[in-house]
């Protein structure tokens, strides 16, 4: 793999509401409508503005992604994703891969240049968090071999569990 692609990948541990970047996905529900974790974290530093452009949007189906402005964040936009509930099923994977694979299709789409993840589907939803790392490290190396508009995409987590588990994994490609 192109060496260019990892220098184009940074992961960090912190709150995504704090990241100065294009845009941040949040690891939402199907309605859009905010909830726990993330979601409900990106929801209430972006401010009810949020909430109302979400209502508009009439939800968002497992593995698709929408765009809203990002209001109150320092990011300017939210890439909403659902990601699957896992049960172990060979759906999961595929369902997750989808997630990150439309996030960053339209990251692109929208001409942005950087955008961050949080770990999709690894909190209430119950992935485990070395499977979701390989999906989510694996399918932005090949999503950013084929595409050069974005140029940075931050994994941030909120543990240092996490934060090593991802790192760990990329160092090992």
Do not use: W
Not at 30 to 48: F, K, N, Q, T, Y
Not at 62 to 76: F, K, M, S
Not at 136 to 163: G, M, Q
């Amino acid at each position: 793999m192109d060496k260019k692609i990892f220098e184009s990948i940074e992961i960090r541990q912190g709150n995504i509401t704090k990241l100065e970047v294009d845009a941040i996905v949040n690891a939402a529900n199907r309605s859009l409508l905010g909830g726990g974790g993330v979601d409900g974290a990106i929801h209430r530093a972006a401010g009810p503005e949020l909430l109302t452009e979400c209502r508009s949007i009439g939800g968002c189906p497992t593995g698709e992604a929408r765009i809203t402005r990002g209001y109150n964040l320092p990011a300017g936009y939210v890439i909403h994703t659902v990601g699957p509930v896992y049960s172990g099923k060979p759906q999961d994977s595929r369902l997750l891969t989808q997630c990150y694979l439309n996030s960053l299709k339209l990251a692109s789409d929208h001409n942005l240049t950087s955008v961050a993840f949080p770990a999709i589907s690894c909190g209430v939803y119950g992935y485990p968090i070395k499977e979701a790392c390989k999906i989510a490290i694996d399918t932005t190396c090949n999503f950013l071999a084929s595409n050069t508009s974005l140029k940075k995409v931050i994994f941030i987590l909120f543990s240092s569990e996490d934060y090593n588990t991802y790192t760990d994994y990329l160092n090992s490609r």
